[in-house]
């Protein structure tokens, strides 16, 4: 057995270092070709989504991750292209070297953006410094087929005599479109029953129970002129509601007192207008009618006469009394006796008249 040598120790703790410092060396180098690469290639935006509610359209992304060495920020471009034309940046809003994950293409005035029937592409780049990401591909869509459909909107119901008539606002105001509309209502614990589709509103639900509740729900179907597509959307909130036919009674009386306060108004008006259109007429009528009779004169003057006496004594006196002369002929030589006569001949209460002829 030979006996170990005293250099065995020290040569082995020189070999452990020598591996030590190379791999410290190969770390390193490792460490700074990494961040030479880092800062000659931008990484490109990722996790690139497209959001389509309405007419709403908006383009969001995540951002780019960069090191703590410099303190220049991150720029992003976004451009579009229809499926015949070529890219070009975006010209109704702002997205060209901006500092946020974010394209807002609903911000726009009127007109959109991008017409709601094309197809549309989009692709964001990043820029930091003189560094350029590649471009990011965003998958083409088209807003009236992929974008998703509001329920509509300040849905009011109305109970009127067993019926409920359901009133509404489209989800959005759009010209090269129309929409028509399902109502989905049941009865509390019954069988769920469609009405639709309706173009036009307010829709009304005839034939209910009274007095009951119904629950309803109302949903909107975009039909696009220029594609044959029909795009339903989301359905509204729940709402129940109780029929009766008191709403039409009260509605009823309430309409009647109108018409006949307004009938009396009417009325009213017409009779001042008549009176005063004729008021000549009408002074005219009843001054001339005829006064009231001396025996009633003299009855009311005395009212304890009896009215038969004083209406007897009346017409004898008026028989006794000769109101008219008739002369056939005359001669000279009656004329004295005639004219006696005449003068004689007057009408008092107890001697009768003669009557000369």
Same mark, same amino acid.
């Given at each position: 057995?030979?006996?170990?040598?005293?250099?065995?120790?020290?040569?082995?703790?020189?070999?452990?270092?020598?591996?030590?410092?190379?791999?410290?060396?190969?770390?390193?180098?490792?460490?700074?070709?990494?961040?030479?690469?880092?800062?000659?290639?931008?990484?490109?935006?990722?996790?690139?989504?497209?959001?389509?509610?309405?007419?709403?359209?908006?383009?969001?992304?995540?951002?780019?991750?960069?090191?703590?060495?410099?303190?220049?920020?991150?720029?992003?471009?976004?451009?579009?292209?229809?499926?015949?034309?070529?890219?070009?940046?975006?010209?109704?809003?702002?997205?060209?070297?901006?500092?946020?994950?974010?394209?807002?293409?609903?911000?726009?005035?009127?007109?959109?953006?991008?017409?709601?029937?094309?197809?549309?592409? &989009?692709? =964001?780049? #990043?820029?930091?410094?003189?560094?350029? @990401?590649?471009?990011? !591909?965003?998958?083409? *869509? $088209?807003?009236?087929?992929?974008?998703?459909?509001?329920?509509?909107?300040?849905?009011?119901?109305?109970?009127?005599?067993?019926?409920?008539?359901?009133?509404?606002?489209?989800?959005?105001?759009?010209?090269?479109?129309?929409?028509?509309?399902?109502?989905?209502?049941?009865?509390?614990?019954?069988?769920?029953?469609?009405?639709?589709?309706?173009?036009?509103?307010?829709?009304?639900?005839?034939?209910?129970?009274?007095?009951?509740?119904?629950?309803?729900?109302?949903?909107?179907?975009?039909?696009?002129?220029?594609?044959?597509?029909?795009?339903?959307?989301?359905?509204?909130?729940?709402?129940?509601?109780?029929?009766?036919?008191?709403?039409?009674?009260?509605?009823?009386?309430?309409?009647?007192?109108? &018409?006949? =306060?307004? #009938?009396?108004?009417?009325?009213?008006? @017409?009779?001042?207008? !008549?009176?005063?259109? *004729? $008021?000549?007429?009408?002074?005219?009528?009843?001054?001339?009618?005829?006064?009231?009779?001396?025996?009633?004169?003299?009855?009311?003057?005395?009212?304890?006469?009896?009215?038969?006496?004083?209406?007897?004594?009346?017409?004898?006196?008026?028989?006794?009394?000769?109101?008219?002369?008739?002369?056939?002929?005359?001669?000279?030589?009656?004329?004295?006796?005639?004219?006696?006569?005449?003068?004689?001949?007057?009408?008092?209460?107890?001697?009768?008249?003669?009557?000369?002829?």
């Amino acid at each position: 057995m030979q006996p170990r040598s005293c250099w065995a120790g020290p040569a082995a703790a020189l070999l452990l270092l020598h591996i030590f410092f190379c791999c410290c060396c190969s770390r390193c180098l490792s460490f700074s070709l990494a961040l030479a690469e880092s800062l000659t290639h931008l990484p490109a935006p990722h996790n690139q989504r497209i959001h389509l509610y309405n007419l709403e359209h908006v383009l969001i992304w995540d951002p780019v991750p960069i090191s703590n060495l410099t303190n220049l920020s991150v720029l992003y471009s976004v451009e579009y292209k229809h499926l015949s034309t070529d890219w070009r940046e975006v010209e109704c809003v702002n997205c060209t070297k901006i500092a946020e994950p974010i394209c807002n293409f609903t911000a726009a005035r009127l007109p959109p953006c991008f017409r709601p029937h094309f197809n549309v592409s &989009l692709r =964001i780049k #990043a820029e930091l410094g003189e560094l350029v @990401s590649d471009w990011t !591909l965003v998958p083409w *869509f $088209q807003l009236f087929r992929n974008a998703t459909i509001g329920p509509p909107l300040d849905v009011l119901v109305t109970s009127l005599d067993g019926s409920l008539i359901i009133s509404f606002k489209p989800p959005f105001k759009v010209t090269s479109a129309k929409f028509r509309y399902y109502v989905y209502y049941w009865e509390k614990e019954g069988k769920q029953k469609i009405k639709g589709p309706v173009i036009g509103q307010p829709i009304q639900l005839n034939d209910l129970k009274v007095p009951s509740e119904y629950c309803l729900q109302v949903q909107a179907e975009l039909i696009p002129d220029y594609l044959e597509i029909h795009h339903q959307g989301l359905l509204s909130n729940v709402s129940c509601h109780e029929t009766s036919s008191e709403a039409s009674t009260k509605l009823q009386q309430t309409i009647i007192i109108i &018409l006949g =306060i307004f #009938a009396l108004i009417v009325l009213v008006l @017409s009779c001042y207008f !008549l009176a005063q259109k *004729f $008021q000549g007429l009408i002074k005219h009528y009843f001054h001339s009618s005829p006064g009231i009779p001396s025996q009633i004169k003299e009855y009311l003057m005395d009212p304890n006469e009896p009215i038969l006496e004083a209406l007897d004594r009346n017409s004898s006196m008026e028989k006794d009394c000769w109101d008219s002369l008739s002369i056939i002929s005359c001669t000279e030589e009656h004329q004295a006796v005639f004219s006696s006569n005449l003068s004689d001949n007057t009408c008092t209460d107890n001697q009768p008249s003669t009557k000369i002829t």
